[in-house]
T-cell receptor, first 113, second 112 residues
Framework: QQQVKQSPQSLIVQKGGISIINCAYENTAFDYFPWYQQFPGKGPALLIAIRPDVSEKKEGRFTISFNKSAKQFSLHIMDSQPGDSATYFCAASNPNTGNQFYFGTGTSLTVIP | ETGVTQSPTHLIKTRGQQVTLRCSSQSGHNTVSWYQQALGQGPQFIFQ???????GRGNFPPRFSGLQFPNYSSELNVNALELDDSALYLC???????????FGPGTRLLVL
């Protein structure tokens, strides 16, 4: 059973456009929601993270929007650049089970110059 | 501050063999988690170690085992390798009271 559902599977965006990736979860005990960026052959790198007590968090061109009632959260990449082309994973963790992260299935983002 | 390191980077084994993968935590981190990432999939939690003891386990059989050492480095051992064990194995370290996990570059295991 996939604890975190991610969409779309792949995304193609023009340079300068906005990339939006969505995730949904069921377990209301989740209280930490990070996004990771992964380049081919590399480990995931933390991009930005949010807790459910805020509805939005922005760091540079990256913004997480969080809707607690809908149990959904999304990553917005503003002014997308070719260097942003990578696979993005959302994740969630439950403090009652330690630091176990449940990952989404990933979104392959391609930014066309 | 050094990041998470893993060795080896690549490994080829045959079915039935045993393998040991190694991980050095980021400086100051006392919790290590191991994940398996199959091609085109998200990482799947294998287990976590804190203070040299297993502190949580995902849906993996007992032939997946681990160790954490006093310096917080860790090993992942897989016995009786199967073809489906071919994957990228990721180690992540964190402070137990913080959720942020920092991943290493992974070890790519191919089982033939």
């Amino acid at each position: 059973q996939q604890q975190v559902k991610q969409s779309p599977q792949s995304l193609i965006v023009q340079k300068g456009g906005i990339s939006i990736i969505n995730c949904a979860y069921e377990n209301t005990a989740f209280d930490y929601f990070p996004w990771y960026q992964q380049f081919p052959g590399k480990g995931p790198a933390l991009l930005i993270a949010i807790r459910p007590d805020v509805s939005e968090k922005k760091e540079g061109r990256f913004t997480i929007s969080f809707n607690k009632s809908a149990k959904q959260f999304s990553l917005h990449i503003m002014d997308s650049q070719p260097g942003d082309s990578a696979t993005y994973f959302c994740a969630a963790s439950n403090p009652n089970t330690g630091n176990q992260f449940y990952f989404g299935t990933g979104t392959s983002l391609t930014v066309i110059p | 501050e050094t990041g998470v390191t893993q060795s080896p980077t690549h490994l080829i084994k045959t079915r039935g063999q045993q393998v040991t993968l190694r991980c050095s935590s980021q400086s100051g981190h006392n919790t290590v988690s191991w994940y398996q990432q199959a091609l085109g999939q998200g990482p799947q939690f294998i287990f976590q170690y804190y203070r040299e003891e297993e502190n949580g386990r995902g849906n993996f059989p007992p032939r997946f085992s681990g160790l954490q050492f006093p310096n917080y480095s860790s090993e992942l051992n897989v016995n009786a390798l199967e073809l489906d064990d071919s994957a990228l194995y990721l180690c992540a370290s964190s402070l137990v009271w913080e959720e942020t996990q920092y991943f290493g570059p992974g070890t790519r295991l191919l089982v033939l």
